[in-house]
């Protein structure tokens, strides 16, 4: 199953001094097995979530925990000001999150280049650093590809606590002899009813694209959520590692990383996010929980009609004789058709190559365009509907299997969905209808990644 990629030793020591070069040090010393990278941006959470990575087992591994404020020049004051007064009593007490074999590094970068400033780039300059320290502690040219293989970077957000075996996803990747692990996710929900529901429909907004990819036959299905990556150094260094995007730079990294690495869904090892309204990026959980709780629900209340990822479905399967809509799509988009054209001309020397090249070109981005451009023609549905559709799909292609799931399922199915509680002042009955679903999502997403 494992195809260990291969990368030359110029070109490795090449990305390296690039990457070295780029970096703004931050002069973190001490040697690692895993290098944890969280930024932070006025966020009082990073106590939490400093607390529940220092309850994990390590597992005998050598960790280092590097925490990053940072804030950009055009900053307000109050972003500012409180950025300090948690650098300062993180420097006062992070000694009480270490142990013999986990350290906690806290640094602080004021004033970052508006046009670069946001989380993409806090995640560069704290994976970089990981970087420049195995380049530091390479003692021979030769043995640079083996640290980089070795060693790991986790991936983590300020607000999200972790499962106590957190750690052990880096064997769970060794094991599968895989490069790229994605942990299991559970947001943690507010008790503010409203703030709830927005989380509620959130999450099982990203369960239910996720899960029609899976089951469509989409084989890059997986959670493009930073805080759940944990990875080999090497990749990093192969694909040169984030973008400075104010979001979304975990999305375009995981779409790199698939073309040449393996990915592995990381079974029973936890992350757990807050889910609460927040505008510190332009989209994600908190700018979706925002806009929810401020009356713009149809966003991720109404998805895409499970009839788009059927049609993304019937593309999969014949690839090299696609369906109208295929055509359609790319005539929409002339960048795509010049790209596909070109791809095309394999067909005649070599199918198996086309097909290899096909699913490269026909990255999570596209898929992406081609959902949203499927909207005109299947339109938006409330989130149930469309999930009872996916449950049910599932079912008939296999993917539930165990007695309690085909129970949980039939009740799931049964339960009549009553049009008036999308009438208004019933926004408890919709949490009521959701989380079900929610929980079963959970349950199913915990099956298959065994």
Request: hydrophobic share 40%.
């Given at each position: 199953m494992h ?26 010393e ?8 969280i930024p ?15 309850e994990?087992?390590?597992?005998g ?37 270490e ?6 590094e ?7 280049p ?25 003692k ?9 293989h070795?060693k ?9 606590t ?10 769970f990747?060794?094991?599968?002899e ?10 943690r929900?507010s008790?503010?009813?409203?703030v709830?529901?927005a989380?509620?429909?959130w ?11 899976r ?34 730079e ?14 592995v ?60 809509i295929?055509f ?10 010049v ?14 190559l ?12 596209k898929v ?21 559709k ?32 999308y ?10 209808r ?8 959970r ?5 298959l990644?065994?």
């Open positions: 195809r260990r990629f291969t990368t030359s030793r110029e070109k490795l020591e090449k990305n390296v001094s690039e990457i070295i070069s780029r970096h703004i040090c931050l002069g973190i001490r040697d690692f097995d895993i290098f944890v990278a932070v941006m006025a966020d009082r959470e990073i106590f939490s979530t400093l607390e529940s990575v220092s994990c087992d390590t597992f591994k050598n960790v280092v925990v590097a925490v990053l404020l940072n804030e950009s020049e055009d900053a307000c004051e109050n972003i500012k000001e409180e950025n300090r007064k948690i650098f300062e009593e993180l420097l006062r007490v992070s000694k009480r999150y142990r013999d074999n986990l350290s906690v806290v640094r602080h970068i004021r004033s970052v508006k046009n670069v400033a946001g989380v993409g780039f806090a995640r560069r300059v704290l994976m970089d650093e990981a970087i420049c320290s195995i380049s530091k502690k390479c021979r040219k030769d043995e640079l590809y083996e640290l980089l070795r790991f970077i986790f991936s983590l957000d300020s607000d999200s972790v499962s106590k075996n957190y750690f052990s996803a880096l064997d990747v060794d094991l599968r895989a490069d790229f692990g994605i942990m299991s996710f559970a947001h929900f008790e503010r009813e409203d709830k529901e989380g509620v429909v999450e099982l907004f990203l369960r239910y694209w996720k899960n029609s990819l089951v469509c036959g989409y084989k890059n299905a997986f959670y493009p959520i930073g805080s759940l990556f944990a990875f080999r150094a090497l990749v990093y260094v192969v694909s040169m590692g984030m973008s400075v995007r104010k979001a979304g975990d999305f375009y990294f995981l779409q790199k990383v698939m073309l040449f690495s393996d990915v869904e990381v079974p029973g090892v936890y992350v757990f996010p807050k889910a609460e309204p927040s505008l510190r990026t332009p989209f994600g959980t908190g700018k979706e929980i925002h806009l929810f709780v401020s009356g713009n629900r149809d966003r991720i209340e109404k998805v895409w009609n499970f009839s788009s990822f059927e049609a993304l479905e019937e593309i999969i399967q014949n690839i090299e004789n696609p369906p109208d295929f359609d799509f790319l005539r929409e988009n002339p960048k795509f058709q790209q596909y054209e070109r791809l095309e001309k394999l067909k005649l020397k070599d199918v198996e086309f097909r290899k090249k096909f699913f490269e070109w026909f990255n999570p981005f992406f365009k081609f959902l949203r451009f499927c909207e005109r023609i299947y339109g938006r549905s409330f989130i149930d509907e469309e999930v009872r996916l449950i049910m799909k599932m079912d008939e292609k296999g993917y539930i299997q165990s007695d309690e799931l085909k129970k949980e399922k039939m009740n799931l199915l049964d339960t009549e969905r009553k049009p008036e509680i009438g208004s002042g019933m926004t408890e009955s919709r949490v009521c959701y989380e079900p679903l929610l929980a079963f999502l349950k199913v997403d915990d099956y990644s065994f």
